[in-house]
């Protein structure tokens, strides 16, 4: 699987959008964008994947790049709640094991 | 709550004894995985089983840990002979499997500290 590199931490003010890069240069043509959360003392929680085109749900956007070298996930507005560890993750399947790297920690900021 | 529950939440051993994790995963789920996460880490590969099958062993995993999932419903974890290296976060995950969706959904996990 191909190797991603995130900032270590960044700041967001409650309210406002917290958008989280991730560089994914070696990515292949079919492995996918994924990112997870972990909020303290919990297991990991799936927020949302791409392939290609970017993609929206409940809890977040995702961007990529045209050349698929990097990405960024967009939570539009965000909250206290949203504090936790953002990991991004490149992967033939999401059904097989994943490879966590050590994440962005995001802090939202009242 | 996803679904995926884990037994016990906390374990605290001495050096030297066993010790065993449970992980129910949801119950349509058909694969399973383990997972090992230290402080300031993020999570780690251990092992995965397809129904009863376990399908891949990371390297990580050495030869004082042991993974089943005998009916292909819960699985364990044991642990021989635990060093204070073993103490650790203990995850487990389930998924659907190549036919279901694409994500993983995880425990609570289990917090192992070895004294």
Known sequence: DAKTTQPTSMDCAEGRAANLPCNHSTISGNEYVYWYRQIHSQGPQYIIHGLKNNETNEMASLIITEDRKSSTLILPHATLRDTAVYYCIVTYSGNTPLVFGKGTRLSVIA | ?115
């Open chain 2, 1 to 115: 709550d996803t679904g995926v529950s884990q037994d016990p939440r906390h374990k605290i051993t001495k050096r030297g004894q066993n010790v065993t994790f449970r992980c129910d995963p949801i119950s349509e789920h058909n694969r399973l995985y383990w997972y090992r996460q230290t402080l300031g880490q993020g999570p780690e590969f251990l092992t995965y089983f397809q129904n009863e099958a376990q399908l891949e062993k990371s390297r990580l995993l050495s030869d004082r840990f042991s993974a089943e999932r005998p009916k292909g419903s819960f699985s364990t974890l044991e642990i021989q002979r635990t060093e204070q290296g073993d103490s650790a976060m203990y995850l487990c995950a389930s998924s659907e499997g190549l036919a279901g969706g694409l994500e993983q959904y995880f425990g609570p996990g289990t917090r192992l500290t070895v004294t």
